[in-house]
């Protein structure tokens, strides 16, 4: 089945403690993001990743950092976490874009709680 | 910004009723592309519409398209229960190497 997997699902952690919270794709999809959701505020884009090795900022990259290494994984880091990353995390990729207009793959979702 | 603004914010219907979603955006696009959320979930593809297409549909869903006044109208049919959810438009502005940029969306609640 082809699908975007992050884990964990639910995370509950301390301020300061590294986390990475990990996102993976089986359908060679070349472009790659993050997003983080809050009430009011909608999705806003913390980094995405055009193809291995090339990663860019979004709106919110501040105290996140990520790695594309093989294509298939993307994951998140957060060196130490605070409290207003408390947040619904969600991972997408999508295919080539050579002529737009492709459609993101979601991730069911990291529900972060930062104490 | 290529952020599509959804209106209205939320929105309230009887099962059976039709519900109409309306996207608004500021930039030239290639084509745009709307999403539902149930809560708590992942964004889901619903449907894309390419500038050079005028109305699209998809079993229940009508989408419609009007760059020259840049906003898009998605249409739910004979609504259910479970197509509550959050909707969100998303216009995509050229080939491919901008992402794309996810607003506020609509939240809609079927009421059986």
């Known amino acids: 089945e082809a699908q975007v997997t992050q884990n964990p699902r639910y995370l509950i952690t301390v301020t300061g403690k590294k986390l990475t919270v990990t996102c993976s794709q089986n359908?060679?999809?070349?472009?790659m993001s993050w997003y983080r959701q809050d009430p009011g505020l909608g999705l806003r884009q913390i980094y995405y990743s055009m193809n291995v090795e090339v990663t860019d900022k979004g709106d919110v990259p501040e105290g996140y950092k990520v790695s594309r290494k093989e294509k298939r994984n993307f994951p998140l880091i957060l060196e130490s976490p605070s409290p207003n990353q408390t947040s619904l995390y969600f991972c997408a990729s999508s295919s080539p874009r050579t002529g737009g207009g492709y459609g993101y793959t979601f991730g069911s979702g990291t529900r972060l709680t930062v104490v | 910004s290529q952020q599509g603004e959804e209106d209205p914010q939320a929105l309230s219907i009887q099962e059976g009723e039709n519900a109409t979603m309306n996207c608004s955006y500021k930039t030239s696009i290639n084509n745009l592309q709307w999403y539902r959320q149930n809560s708590g979930r992942g964004l889901v593809h619903l449907i894309l519409?390419?500038?050079?297409?005028r109305e699209k549909h998809s079993g229940r869903l009508r989408v419609t398209l009007d760059t020259s006044k840049k906003s898009s109208s998605l249409l739910i049919t004979a609504s259910r229960a479970a197509d509550t959810a959050s909707y969100f438009c998303?216009?995509?502005?050229?080939?491919?190497?901008?992402?794309?940029?996810f607003g506020k969306g609509t939240r809609l609640s079927v009421i059986a």
């Open positions: 519409i390419r500038s050079n297409e």
């Open positions: 998303a216009p995509e502005r050229n080939s491919g190497n901008t992402p794309l940029v």
């Open positions: 359908m060679n999809h070349e472009y």
